[in-house]
């Protein structure tokens, strides 16, 4: 504040404080005039009302006198007047620190205790699991949904399924938290469409779903180049997070339309890294959380 708005706002004070209780003080023993009637002899409404005088109740008097006190200690003791900071030094920024300093002293012997255990068995604490709950729903519920099923028009895989791109234990999932993942299907319109519609079928054909015996033979040799990420027997690959693409569970949708399209166009996943806005035992609580959802039948190793 400038020294001039300092001032001012010191000049008001005075100002409004010292005519307040100027008039307190000295109310009480001015001299009015009585008149025989007992009135102060003004009238209004042509004599139908006419005023009386009678001393301050002494309720009021106390109580207004104690506002002084605290109106005036309290300019004393906190800011308020100019930039005088207060006798007791308080900022709104202090109390703001010492408040989050004594939560997170609250949380840190919670988490401390979360620290102690591995990933797989605090999964099975049941404290783990409601504060792993929340850090979802904030921070995770939006890709995966609040139940953590997924979303295929966005890629987020369901994370319900104990089905993994990149692995199910604790540190495989605490990886994906903290550091995030970008697995990348590349697009393979180059090959021809023929090419791909027969790629798709064979595909279909991985999952024993039915398909056009004729294409999927066609497509066979084709597969080699997949076979680099996907596996020679298409069962994925979780260093490089390619799909398992023989059972039911489809990452982008698992019609003909969709698995056409994506060898066509291909796709990207990018699951965001939580290491700069989430604290290393936020993120195992909710690597924790995570790896529950997958083992419901809490058979967590002791
Ligand atoms: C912006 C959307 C988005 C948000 C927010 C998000 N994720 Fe993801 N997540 C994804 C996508 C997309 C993938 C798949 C990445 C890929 O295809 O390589 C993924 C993958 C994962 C995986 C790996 C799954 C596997 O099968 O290996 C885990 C575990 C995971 N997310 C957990 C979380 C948690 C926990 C949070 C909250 C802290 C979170 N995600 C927030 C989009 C998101
Ligand atoms: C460079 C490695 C790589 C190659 C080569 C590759 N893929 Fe993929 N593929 C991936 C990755 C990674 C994903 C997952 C994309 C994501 O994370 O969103 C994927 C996803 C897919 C999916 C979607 C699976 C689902 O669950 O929705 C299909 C289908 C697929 N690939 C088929 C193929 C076929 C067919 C070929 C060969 C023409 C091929 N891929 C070649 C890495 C590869």
Known sequence: MSLFWSLWIMFLVVLNLGITLFLFLWAPRAKIPVQ?????????????????????????????????VVGFAYLALFPGFGRFKGLLGWTSHGELAANVASNNARLDELMKRFSLYPIEQLAGDPAAQQLGGRLFLDNCAACHGRSATGNQLLGAPDLTDNDWLYGGDGKAIFTSIHDGRAGVMPPWASLGEENVKNLAQFVLSLS?????EQRAAAAKPLFATCAACH??????????????????????????????TTIRDGRQGHMPAWSPRLTEDQIRVLAAYVYHLSHPDHAYPK
């Open 36 to 68: 025989q009637d007992g009135t102060s002899g003004h009238v209004w409404a042509h004599g139908v009302l006419r005023e009386g005088v009678h001393p301050l109740p002494l309720w009021w008097v106390i109580l207004s006198a104690s506002m002084f």
């Open 231 to 260: 596996g020679p027997d298409g069962k994925g690959n979780q260093a490089l997070g390619a799909p398992n693409l023989t059972d039911q569970i489809w990452l982008h949708g698992g019609t003909l339309a969709d698995i056409e």
């Open 208 to 212: 024993g779903r039915p398909h056009d």
